[in-house]
């Protein structure tokens, strides 16, 4: 299974960016899907997930600003990121909750004040 995350970028502190995960197999159906970042020195940290029904679970630092969705007809996840902090910045990926794919490349998302 590969995981392609796409949509980071340079942004201004109250800005918004959405990220979206593609899934190369629909086995992606079967299991709940996280968004999980990785800030500079520190160590990955889950963000967000999803459950094949939608419910979804955020980190107290994001609630109330982002939303994670799924499609999954497309096999795609997103995670709508608005009112950004600096605190934000960081390599994102996407993927599954517990027993994780391989990781791949994420997307840099970089705020700046």
């Known amino acids: 299974v590969q995981l392609q995350a796409s949509g980071g970028g340079l942004v201004q502190a109250g800005g918004s960016l959405t990220l979206t995960c593609i899934v190369s197999?629909?086995?992606?159906?079967?299991?709940?899907m996280g968004w999980y970042r990785q800030a500079p020195g520190k160590q990955r940290e889950l963000v967000a997930r999803v459950s094949t029904s939608g419910t979804t679970v955020y980190a107290d630092s994001v609630k109330g600003r982002f939303t994670i969705s799924r499609d999954n007809r497309k096999r795609t996840v997103y995670l709508q990121m608005n009112s950004l902090k600096i605190e934000d910045t960081g390599v994102y990926y996407c993927?599954?909750?517990?027993?994780?794919?391989?990781w791949g490349k994420g997307t840099l998302v970089t705020v700046s004040s």
């Open positions: 993927n599954r909750a517990t027993a994780f794919w391989d």
């Open positions: 197999h629909d086995i992606v159906n079967q299991y709940t």
